[in-house]
C-alpha cells in the first residue's frame, strides 16, 4: 500500500500547489484593494441611507432610509449639477477627438525631431493638475490676464472667461481640450501607426482620394483604438475635479459646478456626509454605466476582425 | 520645379508650420509660468505685458522663507516614493502573476482591477475621510499612502502585465529547468529584463501621486501637506499671491518635466492603462 500511496499523495498535493501558485502572486494586490477600496464603498453605501453631520454625528447616526436620495433627486441644484457636467463632457470630449485626430494624422507623417515632439505635447498631460488651473486663471483674468490683452491687441472685445456664467463653462472646456488632446492624439497615432498597408495601397490604386480612404478605410480600421481612447476620456472627464475646482470653483453662479464639485460642497464645507455618500453612489452607478455601454462597444468592435 | 512637387513641398511646410503650432501652444502656457515666477511680483499684471526684464528670485525667496516648504516637499516626496514602492512591489507581482499564469476567472480579475481607476476619487474620499478621522489618521503621511495606493496598484499592475508580456517564457522555464526555483526565475531572469518598464512605471506612479491634490486637500492639514495644496494656500482670502503661486507651482513641476522627458517613450501607455503598447 505504502509504495503506491505516497507518490500519489505528492502528485495530487503538486497539483493542488500548482492550483494555487497563480494565487501567491496575485492575491496581495488584491486583498489590498479590496480592504483600502471595498470596505470604503460598503461603507460609503450604509452612510447613504444615514444622517451624518458635523453638528449631529456625536449623538449618533440615525438610519433615516431614502430620505437623502429623495432630498438629492429633489434637488434642483444636482440635476444643475448633472446637465453641466454631461454637457462639459460631451463637447469636451467630442473637441478633443477631432482635434486628437487631425494632430495624430499630421504626426503620422514621417517628421522630423518626432520623439521630442511627442514629448513635448503631452507635457500638459504630465503636469500637476493645481498648476493647471491656477496658470489658466492668470491667463484668463478679466483685467490683466494676457489672453485678453492680446485679443483686444487684435482688435477683439475683452472676454469674461471666467466670470460669465455663459462662457465659464466653455473656458473649463478649453483647459480641458489643451490639457488632453495631445494624449487622444498619441494614443489615435499608435493606433494608426499599428494599421496594415495593404488595404491603403490598394485604395490607392483603385483611385480613392484622401477624403475617401479616411473615411471608409482609416476610421473603421482605427475603430477599436478610438473606442478605448473615448472611453478613458469619457471617465477622466467625468471624474474631473482639481482644474475645475482651481479654476472656477464651480462658479460663476454654480455655471461650471460639476457632479464632483457638488459632492464636494457638501461633503466637505457643509459636511453633510450621508448626502454626499447619497450623491456618490448616484455618480458611482452612472459612471458603472457609461464602462459598460463602452466596454460592450468595444468588445462589439474586437468581434468584427 | 513641377507643380506637383511645388504643392508636395508646400503641404509638408503646411504640416511643421501645424505641427509647431501645437507645440507652442502645449508649451505657452508652462513657458508663461516660468517666466511670472521670476518676475518682480509688481510686474506680474503690468500691461502691456513685459517680456524684457530683470530676473529676481524674489518670489523664490517669499515662497522658501519660514521652512514651511521644504517641509511639505519632503511631505511629498516621503509619500509619493512610498507609494510607488509599495505599488510596484504588489502591481508587480500581481502582473507577473497575470502574465505567466492562465486559470479560470483571470480575465474578469483582471478587468475588474480597471474599476479603482474609473471611481471618481470624490466618490471614495467620503468614506476614507470618516474612516481616516476614526483611526486617528486623518494629517498623517499614512493617510495619503494608503489612498494613493487605490489608484497606484492598478496602475502598475496594468502596466506590468504589458512589459512581463514581452519577457519570452522559455527563458525562465530555461533557467527553471537549470534548477531555479519560479522565484527565482523572476528575480533573476525577468526582473533585469523588465527593469526599463519597471522604471516607467514607477515614474507614472510617482507623478501621479506627486499631483494628486483632491485627497491631499482633504485627508491633511498644517503636518502632512503636500506641495500640491501647499500651493493653493497662496491664495488667501486677502489677495492672489500670483508671484509665489508662480515660482512655487514651477519648482513642482521641474521634477514633473524631468520625469516626463526621461519616461516619454511609455508615457502614453501608462496613460491608457496598457491598452496601448
Not at chain 2, 507643380?3 to 501652444?25: E, H, S
Not at chain 2, 530683470?54 to 518670489?59: A, D
Not at chain 2, 507577473?96 to 480597471?114: D, E, H, T, V
Request: hydrophobic share 55%; net charge positive; proline share 5%.
Amino acid at each position: 500500500m505504502l509504495p503506491v500511496s505516497q507518490p500519489l499523495r505528492s502528485l495530487t498535493l503538486r497539483k493542488f500547489l500548482r492550483r494555487v501558485e497563480p494565487g501567491f502572486y496575485i492575491a496581495p494586490s488584491f486583498l489590498v484593494m479590496t480592504i483600502i477600496l471595498v470596505y470604503p464603498l460598503a461603507y460609503s453605501l450604509w452612510l447613504s441611507f444615514h444622517r451624518w453631520t458635523l453638528r449631529t454625528f456625536k449623538q449618533g447616526i440615525p438610519f433615516i432610509g431614502l430620505e437623502n436620495y429623495q432630498q438629492l433627486f429633489s434637488s434642483p441644484e444636482f440635476w444643475n449639477s448633472l446637465r453641466i457636467t454631461f454637457t462639459f463632457v460631451f463637447l469636451a470630449v467630442a473637441i478633443e477627438f477631432v482635434l486628437g485626430m487631425g494632430l495624430a494624422l499630421l504626426l503620422n507623417h514621417d517628421l522630423k525631431a518626432k520623439g521630442l515632439i511627442r514629448s513635448l505635447i503631452l507635457l500638459p498631460m504630465m503636469c500637476t493638475n493645481v498648476v493647471i488651473g491656477l496658470t489658466w486663471r492668470l491667463l484668463f483674468n478679466y483685467e490683466f490676464g494676457i489672453v485678453n490683452y492680446y485679443l483686444n491687441q487684435l482688435g477683439f472685445a475683452s472676454v469674461e472667461w471666467l466670470s460669465s456664467p455663459k462662457i465659464a463653462l466653455w473656458s473649463v472646456i478649453v483647459v480641458d481640450v489643451w490639457n488632453t488632446t495631445s494624449f487622444v492624439a498619441l494614443m489615435l497615432l499608435a493606433g494608426l501607426q499599428s494599421l496594415p498597408e495593404e488595404p491603403f495601397e490598394a485604395a490607392r490604386i483603385d483611385g480613392a482620394n484622401s477624403i475617401q480612404t479616411f473615411f471608409y478605410l482609416t476610421l473603421p480600421l482605427l475603430r477599436q483604438t478610438i473606442l478605448v481612447a473615448l472611453l478613458w476620456r469619457l471617465i477622466d472627464t467625468f471624474r474631473i475635479f482639481d482644474v475645475v475646482y482651481l479654476l472656477t470653483a464651480g462658479g460663476p453662479a454654480r455655471a461650471t459646478e460639476t457632479v464632483s464639485i457638488y459632492i464636494y460642497r457638501y461633503g466637505f464645507q457643509s459636511f453633510n456626509l450621508g448626502f454626499a455618500s447619497a450623491a456618490s453612489y448616484v455618480m458611482i452607478l452612472i459612471m458603472l454605466a457609461i464602462a459598460a455601454l463602452m466596454a460592450r462597444a468595444i468588445g462589439r468592435a474586437e468581434t468584427v476582425y | 520645379m513641377s507643380p506637383y512637387r511645388l504643392l508636395r513641398y508646400l503641404t509638408r511646410i503646411g504640416i511643421y508650420v501645424l505641427v509647431m503650432l501645437a507645440v507652442i501652444l502645449s508649451l505657452a502656457p508652462l513657458v508663461y509660468l516660468f517666466i511670472t515666477s521670476f518676475k518682480d511680483p509688481n510686474l506680474t499684471f503690468t500691461l502691456p505685458p513685459v517680456w524684457v526684464f530683470e530676473p529676481t528670485l524674489q518670489n523664490y525667496r517669499e515662497v522658501l522663507a519660514g521652512g514651511q516648504f521644504e517641509k511639505y516637499f519632503l511631505n511629498s516626496l516621503v509619500v509619493a516614493l512610498s507609494t510607488t514602492a509599495i505599488a510596484l512591489l504588489l502591481g508587480g507581482l500581481a502582473a507577473y502573476g497575470f502574465s505567466r499564469f492562465r486559470f479560470r476567472g483571470a480575465f474578469w480579475l483582471r478587468m475588474s482591477a480597471l474599476v479603482p481607476q474609473m471611481l471618481p476619487p470624490i466618490t471614495i474620499i467620503v468614506p476614507l475621510y470618516v474612516l481616516f478621522n476614526g483611526l486617528r489618521l486623518l494629517d498623517t503621511r499614512w493617510a495619503l499612502i494608503i489612498s494613493y495606493l487605490t489608484f497606484t496598484i492598478p496602475l502598475a499592475l496594468w502596466m506590468m502585465i504589458g512589459f512581463f508580456d514581452d519577457v519570452p517564457v522559455e527563458l525562465e522555464e530555461a533557467a527553471m529547468i537549470d534548477g531555479c526555483t519560479r522565484l527565482g526565475a523572476l528575480v533573476r531572469i525577468s526582473l533585469p529584463l523588465v527593469a526599463p518598464g519597471l522604471a516607467a512605471t514607477a515614474i507614472l506612479a510617482f507623478l501621479y501621486c506627486w499631483n494628486e491634490f483632491l485627497y491631499a486637500v482633504i485627508l491633511t492639514g498644517r503636518e502632512a501637506r503636500t506641495l500640491p495644496v501647499t500651493i493653493t494656500s497662496f491664495m488667501t482670502n486677502r489677495a492672489i499671491l500670483w508671484g509665489r503661486i508662480a515660482a512655487s507651482g514651477s519648482m513642482v513641476l521641474v521634477p514633473v518635466l524631468a520625469f516626463a522627458l526621461l519616461a516619454q517613450r511609455y508615457l502614453v501607455r501608462g496613460l491608457s492603462r496598457g491598452a496601448i503598447k
